[in-house]
């Protein structure tokens, strides 16, 4: 179960970075599409992570992600595993 | 920020291993001197034979550095000559024989404090003179240059290096069309405090760029390597080696400083601004060394 104050905050981050309306983003929507986004938007995605969610990414973390439930779970488990403030 | 941009460069450069390796032999076995007289005819051959690259340097040569007709026939032959020297001298100076050069810098001391600390840095250049020449100069700062580069352009230097078997010296950081693994790569090398360089004025397919007045016309440049630059935060300095005479070069270095004086103003866009008038400034003392060989303004 991922904390509900988790998914606002990464809503409200991705809503904000990526100028999207945040009634747009539901857990099924797709992640790409929803935002928008492309090779040089990742580079904002990844600077986005690191200082909002205090881990750092790999390339690998991305295989997988396709819609926001994917992302909520990725942070919530990477924050878990290192236990990186919240 | 701009998609599908009009005047995109395919990924690939005209001239293919096999007569660089030709170059290779020549200037080994029978001198630099040599090789700059192949060229001389080789340079003409290319006049009729690479049509899109002889109606770029014209159309550069009569609307924008407004030259007239005989000016700017004698130019195309000189700016094919150039590249072709240019080519010869790299080769030339990574297979050890830069002493045979001179080399002169315009590198002021907060660039000098950035290469010799341990911090990694951004480096952004051109396709204008011969920025590879002066790859052996970084290396005295014992640190590793990593070259951002289109995978199809990549594949084409692996031919020339392996015949050379010299695939080691070189470690750039191929750009792939289905991959985002170079954005990772050009961080974690940055972050080990290594220098990363990338072509500031070629637009690679599908990215995105931004309209630039550039040497009085609008041109489009990428904007990939200038947000990479404005997000990971590191030191970036603009870098050109400019032919100046008969094997010498003059290296030119500028520290990016923000000038941002707006808010509205995002970093990546400064950045831009920054690079596109100091390389103007270049480009317009040495314009016959510009070498985007296609439509370039728009």
Redesign the interface.
Known sequence: MIDAALIDKINNVLAEEFEVDIQKISPEAPLMDTLDL???D???M??LIEHNFGFT???KD?VGIKSFNDFYHFINNRINEKGAPK | MKKEPQNEWSGKSRGGASGYLIFVFIIRRAGLGAAYALLSLVALYFIPFAPRATASVWQFSRHIIKKGKFASALFVYRNFLNLGISLIDKTAASAGLDKKFTFEFDEPANVSEILAGNSGAVIIGAHFGNWEVGAPYFGKYGKQMRVVMMDAEYQSIKRVLQAQNRLDAFRPIPITDDSFSHIFEIRDSLERGEYVAMQGDRLTPNGKSREVLFMGKPALFPMGPFVLAARFGYPVIFYFAVRTGLRKYRFHFSLYEPQMRQSSVRQETDILNAYTAYLERVVAQSPEQWYNFYKFWL
């Open positions: 492309d090779s040089l990742l580079v904002d990844v600077v990414v790999v390339a991305f």
